[in-house]
């Protein structure tokens, strides 16, 4: 039984575009809800994070929007540029061994 | 600035060779983690300990892989004898949990593993 569900596999957007990116997951449970990017040759890094008890959280030209009832969170990535091309990872989080589960990636390329 | 380390950093052994992984996880973290990352499965839970003490393993194959934390410095990964299909990259990660809660993971830069 898949916990986690990400879409899109790949993404390629023109610089300066609007990279979007979305988790599902089925574990109510789940209090955390993490980005982690990764760059070649390196590990997954936290890129940011939000709680349940808000539906949005900025930093930067990274934002998360949380929708709670639909159990799905997804990373907006605005005026993206080609520093930005990376794997993004989604990793909702909580109690238990389920909670360690990681989506399938999203190899995001971003064009100058 | 703290860093989850990794040795080594690279390795190329032969099929049948035992080969150990080792990890050192981030000053006053209390949880190791250690995954497994190929581009068909792409990150694998492979087994996590709490304050030394191991709470999951079921994602190792427990016949020929082991996982140890010997003190709070240093977390291994084990596998006897290594196979073809192992060839991956291996990732440690570190995190502190609090109230039972998972919190963000600190990942080291990986040992990258090919077995002939």
């Known amino acids: 039984q898949q916990q986690v569900k990400q879409s899109p596999q790949s993404l390629i957007v023109q610089k300066g575009g609007i990279s979007i990116i979305n988790c599902a997951y089925e574990?109510?449970?789940?209090?955390?809800f993490p980005w982690y990017q990764q760059f070649p040759g390196k590990g997954p890094a936290l890129l940011i994070a939000?709680?349940?008890?808000?539906s949005e959280k900025k930093e930067g030209r990274f934002t998360i929007s949380f929708n709670k009832s639909a159990k799905q969170f997804s990373l907006h990535i605005m005026d993206s540029q080609p520093g930005d091309s990376a794997t993004y990872f989604c990793?909702?989080?909580?109690?238990?061994?389920?909670?360690?589960?990681f989506g399938s990636g999203t190899r995001l390329q971003v064009q100058p | 600035d703290a860093r989850v380390t990794q040795t080594p950093r690279h390795k190329v052994t032969e099929m049948g060779q035992e080969v150990t992984m080792r990890c050192q996880p981030i000053?006053?973290?209390?949880?190791v983690f250690w995954y497994r990352q190929t581009m068909m499965q792409g990150l694998e839970l492979l087994a996590y300990?709490?304050?030394?003490?191991?709470?999951?393993d079921s994602g190792m194959p427990k016949d020929r892989f082991s996982a140890e934390m010997p003190d709070a410095t240093l977390a291994t990964l084990k596998i006897q004898p290594s196979e073809p299909r192992d060839s991956a990259v291996y990732f440690c990660?570190?995190?502190?949990?609090?109230?039972?809660?998972?919190?963000?993971?600190?990942f080291g830069p990986g040992t990258r593993l090919l077995v002939l």
């Open positions: 990660a570190s995190g502190l949990v609090l109230r039972g809660s998972q919190e963000t993971q600190y």
């Open positions: 574990n109510t449970a789940f209090d955390y």
């Open positions: 939000i709680r349940p008890d808000v």
């Open positions: 990793s909702p989080g909580g109690t238990g061994r389920r909670a360690l589960t």
């Open positions: 000053l006053g973290h209390n949880t």
């Open positions: 300990f709490r304050n030394r003490a191991p709470l999951d």
